[in-house]
């Protein structure tokens, strides 16, 4: 979709994508007020997002930065398999990544045409992550998994709404194919709750502005997105560079799982080639190809002025090479519940450090990844509970200007899921949290250093069943940049019954008794060189004991006499 | 200006960024409104200029101005700017070992994932004067390690080291059971003299170490500011005449005495911007409906108040400059657009409308103070709805060719389009900002905006009220007289109120019914309290209100949802709930466990209210416009000749079909194509509109 010739009305264009941009919100208002699980009313784990009639994301307001994009593949698969056969009133549901366009399997997505005097002109969608879809594990993450067969039910493009009304028989399937089917029943319904609103205020929009006009705005939009990355792109020098990231472990064994990708940049343009990444893994950390999008859609959006817009039209001029076979590009059945975080983390960190060597004023230094369980198991009530150890969060990497973050929410919501209060967890879950404090000489050193890890100590009174997510174990994982180093790589111990302490497992699920889990969680990376440090912030982080008086010493090279002034 | 005055009268000073506004409402209901410059630098001398300004104008000497005054209510935001400014007290923080760094994690809440370069504000007591003690307390309250006094010492000393002025002590689970931070606070106060304590446990007895801890720091580091500038001129007031002592405006809108403040100055952070809630309550009555939203735009920014059926939004969670704090809090939703906000091109052709703004220094191009970028008064200028010429009794002076030459330097020609069309473009996207602010307070909470009346207040609201109404669906707007000192009117028609919380944690259904007597002693003995409070403040029996409420949720739910109650029973307290959360949500758990989070006390000393004068109608009189301008008045109806009406003429019953301008003393209304203007009883202004007039482009 293009904007004619001479479309130049910088106040309709402004109004029309403020709107765009208010109607996604509010569908997130309308899921947040009414659905049921609390992973949408108090996580936010979805995305609401309109597209064009041909397809391309509009606005994404509303929704978690992995979502960022990665729609389209969605809504061009509802195009595939139904163009000719859509009507108002219509609402499509999909999952599956390799023909629906999905990005994991617990993610599913509502796309609602919308229609103007009988022609199709735009889309109104609602991605959201399921409490449970079946599969092998309760609540959709199955570390066991080897197939996606393992992982629960796979939704192609179907039709759960036809002119209005539901597909009951399609509808029972669905909740069939659920452990929780109450929760979905009212997750459902606030997800087309919520289509329904978009439907109506993009549809008024659209009205209002009449169709030709609105065509015309609606293409400006994308235009204006792609002018603007397009200029930031051209402030970059011409040329070709590679990041590599990845992962050490494929969920069952050690094994170096290298992410690397060759950027070019010419002129207005950005080609993001993944030749040379790894084979795809046995284990669930496998990227579909809507994913991986989504993940080198937020590292540009992260790395650029967050003003540029995020719609479809702003990545117009970045193409993705995906070798087929590969853990961004993955041959089914491989299996790939986990990749919103992993290894949806090593592609953006992969891509920024590409990014990194084309503007190093930039840079942003890497995330340390994470080494963390979930805890489930009966309650004092008998029923089950499920703990998120959120509170093992790593350090997040530095940028020019401002230190890292200490201990921050999950990398690729950048930040976005907020930590609980120990007061809060104690009060909802049979556990004491003893310790949650910064770790000392975790942060990575740099002109502006890495934000710190933590030592998170805790007890679970009663037995669980744990599910080790370990990443960030081992090996430091927040990388430095333009001279900055490595935050400390991350460490993750367990007791169980009163034994003696032991190193967990990177993933997989274990049935324990009452256990105490022990977690210093990796630093993020620091930007610069630390002997540039402002030797007054290395004098108060002496003071802070954040780094220690050996390490201001030796790293940044801070007179002796100097430190013991403070 | 010599005007009699029938005593005795009331006062509500508002302190501002650039105006401190004084308003004087008098025995017959007379309303007098005062602008002076603020005086940042010494905000005592701000408020008795204002106070000498309004006794000049009305021939009074200020100690006879101050004689006469039953009411002195004040505004302040003192504790804001100390905040804003980190101009605090050096303060020292005792925490439960094992957890020194909640204050600075902060739970890692960041509002803009993407805006990820930002960084966090500078924590207020840095790692190295936050000291951690051995104790631990379980969830329930119940000691699980008792207090190492040895530790607490050691803290003491480090704290005395380092010459701290005030310590805010935070411990774990410390709002079910205050034992040991009481503890802490008397060795503390043995061993630092003359260093004043914050304590957790009664700043915010709330669950949330992050939250409780953080509002406790924000109370210290204000504390030392604060308090000293409310007495001083609560004593400077009172030597000067004033009979009575001075009220204070806090975050929940309700006035309270210097002294019961003193503890928890905190509470003063959204000082001014919550008077706006007696403002509403007394206007709520002449407009005629129960439903209101409120808009009031100043010069940086538009609050929007929600208020329901008579009740206004609360919430606990305020956050000011990225301080979270957790006190009881009119619900005030704050979006970047006012008069001063900065309109630009951005780098690829498209017009944008803030959020950042010129301050009131330098201000709108056109305000000649060295201010280079057109902001929406310029636009409002350009376009006639302004006239060029002083404002504000001279304070101000509008320059219409200035607003021309930045308006077409950085919009009209980098943008291609006329002068008139960027300036309009401008508002139109203003006004889109204002409306979604509008749509979140009112659609986020499950409201229907078709079915309130919009209040459009804040010198610059009333020109963009009907705009706003009508893309909403409102059916009117109303305008008070005072719209430019909608808050400073509102204090006169406060009342003294004291939000008491306290922590929790109980299941509601028990069916051996421990819990809910437990309940009931605890409010007995926070009534108790709160009695002798009012008792103290001299307020009769039948002065004096409760409100009970209970902080409920589903278990294992994150969010609970505050409930007012009548009786502590479950099965009032189920259907309560339930009904709350079903407006809210949508749906029920049917039979679901509940749970007590927190219990809530609102203690309220009733002032008389203000008495709503109802003048006879004066229709007969025809209103005669003070001249005609070109005025540009919507996208469709663009530039017509319009009527410009003296507001000081205009009387109760009298109607305006539009398109009109009133000029008002604090504000300028625009009365567009299809809408008629009506006087009302009360002597204010509503805006109604006819049907299907279409004014989009």
């Known amino acids: 979709m293009s904007a004619p010739e001479g479309f130049a009305d910088p106040v309709l264009l402004a109004i029309v994508q403020k709107q765009l941009d208010h109607i996604s919100k509010q569908m997130g208002w309308v899921m947040t007020r009414t659905a049921r699980s609390p992973i949408f009313s108090q996580s936010h784990d979805f995305s609401c997002f309109l597209g064009s009639r041909d397809g391309e994301v509009l606005a994404q307001a509303d929704g978690i930065p992995i979502h960022t994009g990665g729609g389209g593949f969605a809504i061009r698969a509802v195009l595939r398999d139904f163009a000719g056969d859509m009507a108002d009133g219509d609402v499509f549901i999909l999952s599956d990544p390799y023909v629906a366009g999905g990005n994991h399997l617990p993610d599913w997505t509502l796309v609602r045409p919308v229609f103007l005097h009988g022609a199709l002109v735009a889309f109104v969608c609602n991605r959201a992550h399921q409490s449970d879809i079946g599969g092998g594990a309760a609540g959709t993450y199955n570390s066991a998994a080897t197939e996606i067969f393992h992982e629960g039910i796979r939704l192609p493009v179907l039709k759960l709404m036809e002119r209005g009304t539901l597909r009951r028989d399609l509808w029972r399937l669905l909740l069939l194919n659920t452990r929780c089917p109450e929760l979905m029943e009212g997750d459902l319904s606030a997800m087309l709750g919520s289509c329904k609103v978009g439907a109506e205020r993009l549809a008024s929009l659209l009205e209002e502005l009449g169709a030709e006009r609105a065509e015309a705005c609606l293409a400006a939009v994308l235009d204006h997105a792609d002018r603007r990355l397009r200029a930031a792109i051209a402030a970059l020098p011409d040329g070709e560079w590679v990041g590599l990231d990845g992962s050490d472990t494929d969920c069952f064994e050690t094994r170096d799982i290298p992410v690397k990708v060759t950027l070019t940049k010419r ?242 699920v274990e049935r324990c008794g009452p256990m105490r889990i022990r977690i210093a969680s990796a630093g993020g990376g620091g930007y610069g060189d630390p002997r540039r440090r402002d030797p007054a912030a290395v004098r108060r982080d002496v003071a802070d004991g954040i780094i220690s008086e050996a390490a201001a010493q030796r790293i940044y090279g801070l007179a002796a006499e100097s430190s013991a002034r403070s | 200006m010599t005007q009699r005055l029938s005593s005795p009268w009331r006062i509500g000073v508002d302190v501002g960024g650039t105006f401190t506004d004084l308003v004087l409402v008098d025995a017959a209901g007379q309303v007098l409104p005062f602008k002076s410059p603020s005086n940042p630098a010494d905000p005592e001398a701000g408020v008795l200029a204002a106070v000498d300004l309004a006794a000049t104008r009305l021939g009074l000497e200020r100690r006879a101005l101050l004689q006469g005054c039953t009411l002195f209510v004040h505004g302040s935001t003192i504790a804001t700017n100390t905040l804003l400014e980190r101009k605090g007290a050096r303060v020292g923080m005792v925490t439960t070992a094992g957890f020194r760094d909640s204050l600075e994690l902060r739970r890692g809440i960041r509002h803009d994932p993407w805006n990820h370069r930002a960084p966090y504000p500078e924590v207020l007591v840095p790692r190295s004067r936050r000291h951690a003690v051995v104790e631990r307390l379980d969830a329930t309250g119940a000691v699980l390690t008792p207090l190492d006094e040895a530790s607490v010492h050691a803290a003491a000393a480090a704290l005395a080291a380092q010459q701290v002025e005030a310590v805010a002590i935070c411990l774990l689970h410390a709002f079910r059971n205050p034992v040991h931070e009481q503890r802490v606070a008397a060795i503390l106060r043995a061993a630092l003299p003359g260093v004043a304590l914050s304590l957790s446990s009664e700043v915010a007895p709330v669950i949330g170490e992050f939250e409780r801890g953080s509002t406790t720091v924000v109370n210290a580091f204000v504390a030392p ?56 309550r007394f206007f709520g009555r002449d407009s005629g409906s129960a439903n209101l939203i409120a808009i009031e735009v100043g010069g940086t920014s538009c609050d929007v108040t929600l208020s329901h059926q008579g009740i206004i939004g609360m919430t606990d969670q305020l956050e000011v400059d990225g301080h979270h704090l957790a006190i009881p809090a009119v619900e005030i939703h704050t979006v970047g657009a006012g008069g001063g906000t900065i309109a630009r091109r951005d780098a690829a052709g498209m017009l944008q409308a803030g959020p950042q703004g010129a301050g009131a220094r330098p201000g709108p191009a056109c305000y000649g103070l060295g201010g280079e970028y057109p902001t929406v008064t310029d636009c409002q200028l350009i376009l006639g709805r302004l006239r060029p010429g002083p404002y504000a009794g001279g304070a101000i002076s509008l320059d219409l060719g200035r607003a021309v030459a930045a308006v077409e330097t950085h919009l009209a020609v980098p943008l291609g389009i006329s002068v008139e069309a960027a300036a309009a473009g401008v508002l139109r996207l203003v006004e889109q900002t204002i409306q979604h602010a509008v749509e979140k307070v009112s659609i986020e909470r499950g409201y229907n905006p078709r079915d309130f009346t919009l209040i459009a207040c804040g010198g610059a609201g ?236």
């Open chain 2, 462 to 697: 009333p020109l963009h009220g009907p705009a706003t109404a009508r893309a909403m669906g409102c059916r009117a707007v109303y305008v008070p007289r005072l719209a430019g000192v909608f808050c400073a009117f509102g204090m006169c028609n406060t009342d003294v109120r004291q939000d008491h919380v306290r922590g929790w944690l109980s299941p509601l259904d028990n069916p051996a019914d421990p819990d809910l007597a437990r309940m009931r002693t605890a409010f007995a003995e926070l009534r108790a309290e709160a009695e002798a409070g009012l008792d103290r403040q001299g307020f009769a029996a039948a002065d004096r209100r409760f409100v009970t409420a209970l902080d409920l949720r589903y278990a294992g739910q994150q969010w609970p949802i505050t409930v007012v109650v009548e009786e502590i029973a479950a099965a009032p307290l189920r259907a309560a709930f339930e009904a709350a959360y079903q407006q809210l949500y949508g749906f029920l758990q049917e039979g679901g466990r509940i749970e007590v989070v927190s219990l809530r006390l609102a203690v309220i000393g009733g002032l008389p209210e203000l008495a709503l004068e109802v003048a006879a109608d004066d229709a007969a009189a025809t209103p005669v416009p003070i001249e005609t301008r070109p005025v540009w008045l919507d996208p469709v109806h663009g530039v017509r000749p319009t009527p410009v009406f003296d507001g000081a003429t205009l009387r109760p019953g009298q109607r305006i079909p539009g398109p009109a301008v009133v000029d008002e003393a604090t504000t300028t209304l625009l009365v567009g194509v299809g809408e008629t203007l009506r006087v009302t009883g009360a002597d204010n202004y509503l805006i109604e509109f006819a049907e299907a007039a279409d004014v989009r482009a």
């Open chain 1, 267 to 508: 002129g207005e343009t950005l080609r993001f080639d993944f030749t040379g990444t790894a084979p795809q893994i046995k284990g669930f950390k496998n990227s579909g190809i809507a994913n991986t999008y989504s993940a080198v859609y937020m590292a540009i959006s992260s790395f650029f002025d967050p003003a540029i817009p995020r719609n479809e039209g702003t990545y117009r001029c970045v193409e993705v090479i995906a070798p087929e076979g590969t853990v961004v590009n993955p041959r089914p059945p491989a299996p790939m519940t986990m990749n919103t975080v992993y290894p949806a983390a090593d592609i953006v960190h992969a891509c920024w450090k590409a990014l990194a060597q084309a503007m190093p004023e930039r840079a942003c230094a890497g995330w340390g990844k994470t080494s963390y369980g979930i805890s489930s198991g009966p309650d004092e009530h008998g029923s089950v509970f499920v703990m998120y150890h959120w509170h093992g969060s790593p350090g997040t990497g530095a940028v020019l200007g401002r230190d890292g973050f200490h201990s921050m929410g999950q990398f690729t919501t950048l930040g976005g899921l907020s930590l609980p209060n120990v007061e809060v967890y104690e009060s909802l879950y049979p556990v004491r949290v003893t310790q949650q404090e910064i770790r000392p000489d975790s942060a990575g050193p740099g002109e502006y250093r890495g934000g710190a890890g933590v030592d998170y100590a805790c007890e679970i009174f009663v037995p669980t069943e744990h599910s080790y997510r370990a990443e960030g174990l081992g090996r430091p994982t927040g990388f430095g940049v333009n001279g900055g180093d490595f935050g400390a790589g991350g460490s993750f111990e367990i007791s169980i019954d009163g034994g003696p302490w032991h190193v967990a497992p990177r993933y997989g």
């Open chain 2, 225 to 280: 500011r604060v308090v000293p500038y409310l007495q001083a001129l609560e004593r400077r007031l009172a030597e000067d005449g004033l009979p009575h002592g001075l009220l204070l405006v806090q975050s929940n809108g309700g006035a309270i005495a210097v002294a019961e403040v003193a503890a928890r100055p905190v509470q003063l952070v959204l000082s001014g911007p919550a008077a706006g809630v007696g403002a509403i």
